[in-house]
């Protein structure tokens, strides 16, 4: 009876147990913890700018739209135009000098000799002081080829005292020396004259040489000389296109057998700096020998050996103009030997 009892305690507390066990709430199930978001990356530090540039992202450049008006005639130069719209910049071209083909228009740059087909007549008018003599030479030249030329000179005559009379007067008097002559360029910086120059009464022949000489340097400056280099007598005298009344006073000794100079030896050289491209400054120095400066004979009054100077301004105004003017004295030492020159000159 007690062990039943016992039993039955039993059942009924383990079924009040369970019961109270089943009655408790359960508990809530854990929720899930969210998944982390991932942090943006920071954007990539961008580089220094470079020393003297403006600081700041770069930036993408988009390719500019093909322009709607490529030839420009749909332009319009009165088209309203605001003060604050910055002006385009102009871009300046370089300046290029164009040399223009055919003879130059620089002293310094011209050839020895014309080129082929051109012509030059000139007149080249001298006086000397004292006593006072002037002349007045002619001259033509003609470029064959552009490394051969032609010349013809005339003295067309001067103001001097007559050498026939003691007492006369200064009077003009008809030129008689005339002579033809030809150059030949053997190399840009030299060629060979040889002429004949011819007084004609009474008739007096000479024989005329030179080695005209002449370098460039750059366009502004040259040096030459040496284009009149010998005068050797042929018959009579030597004739000569610097002054009519030295022919007039050879002529006039040779009635009485005179032994005359047996020719001229002028040792020149020139410089020309160009000033402007039609202004050049020419100088000449140089020395001639009469006689050779052998002093053989009276031909040169026992002064064979003198020494003479120029200078002058060359003046272009026209492509086929020459204008001249130049100072300088005849020989050093004497001061009435003070000459002018001119040139005029045309060329076709």
Not at 179 to 192: E, M, P, S
Not at 326 to 332: A, K
């Amino acid at each position: 009876m007690t062990a039943r009892r016992l039993f039955s305690v039993l059942s009924v507390a383990l079924v009040a147990s369970a019961t109270i066990v089943a009655a408790q709430p359960r508990p809530a199930a854990k929720a899930k913890k969210p998944a982390a978001k991932t942090a943006p990356k920071p954007p990539a530090k961008p580089p220094d700018p470079a020393p003297g540039s403006a600081a700041g992202s770069a930036v993408q450049m988009t390719e500019d739209p093909p322009p709607t008006d490529p030839t420009g005639t749909a332009e319009n130069p009165d088209a309203p135009h605001a003060v604050a719209d910055p002006d385009a910049p102009v871009a300046v071209a370089p300046v290029v000098v164009v040399r223009r083909p055919g003879y130059p228009i620089e002293q310094a740059l011209r050839p020895i000799t014309l080129p082929q087909n051109l012509s030059e007549i000139s007149l080249v008018p001298h006086a000397v002081v004292s006593p006072f003599a002037s002349s007045v030479a002619l001259r033509a030249r003609y470029g064959i080829t552009s490394k051969i030329q032609i010349g013809l000179t005339y003295l067309l005559g001067g103001v001097f005292r007559d050498p026939n009379a003691a007492d006369a007067s200064q009077a003009l008097h008809t030129g008689k020396a005339v002579g033809l002559d030809a150059t030949v360029v053997l190399q840009d910086w030299i060629g060979v004259t040889v002429g004949v120059p011819i007084y004609i009464s009474p008739l007096a022949v000479s024989l005329a040489l030179g080695a005209p000489l002449k370098f460039k340097f750059g366009d502004q400056f040259a040096l030459g000389g040496l284009d009149d280099l010998l005068n050797i007598r042929l018959d009579r005298f030597a004739p000569t296109f610097y002054q009519e009344v030295q022919n007039a006073t050879n002529a006039a000794t040779n009635l009485t057998n005179t032994i005359h100079s047996s020719g001229e030896l002028r040792v020149s050289a020139f410089g020309i700096f160009q000033y402007q491209p039609d202004v050049a400054v020419i100088a000449r120095y140089g020395i001639q020998m009469e006689d050779f400066a052998t002093g053989k004979t009276d031909g040169c009054n026992g002064e064979c050996l003198t020494n003479f100077i120029s200078v002058g301004v060359h003046f272009t105004p026209r492509r086929f103009v020459d204008l001249g003017l130049q100072v300088g004295f005849d020989d050093l030492a004497h001061g009435g030997s003070f000459a002018p020159t001119g040139f005029l000159a045309f060329r076709i």
